[in-house]
């Protein structure tokens, strides 16, 4: 993927605003913890929010964020939603950010 500073058409108009959502789901101190956690191996939000100390109901909006802008997949066992890194979609961030760093 090409990526140029400044959008000269609808597809790189698209890529800036996936940048955007991305640096603007890991803006916060708590979802940069979630993801810190997660490089371990995948995790419930019954084991991530006693782990940094918020609410269960605000560790899953965080989870909901990260997982809508396609930093984390989400896989159910059981009863329970398990989170993980989604290695995939941030390779292709990382691919965004080497274009502009260029």
Request: a positive charge; one cysteine or more; charged letters at 30%.
């Amino acid at each position: 993927m090409e990526f140029k500073c400044c959008a000269k058409n609808s597809r790189e108009d698209k890529e800036i605003k996936e940048v955007y959502a991305f640096l603007k789901a890991i803006s916060d101190a708590n979802r940069l913890k979630i993801i810190c956690m997660l490089k371990a191996g995948s995790k419930c939000v019954c084991e991530i929010f006693p782990a940094i100390g918020i609410s269960q109901k605000l560790a899953s909006h965080h989870l909901s964020q990260l997982t809508k802008v396609g930093i984390l997949k989400k896989t159910r066992e059981g009863n329970f939603m398990r989170y993980a890194l989604d290695k995939k979609a941030l390779n292709q961030y990382k691919k965004i950010f080497n274009q502009i760093i260029k």
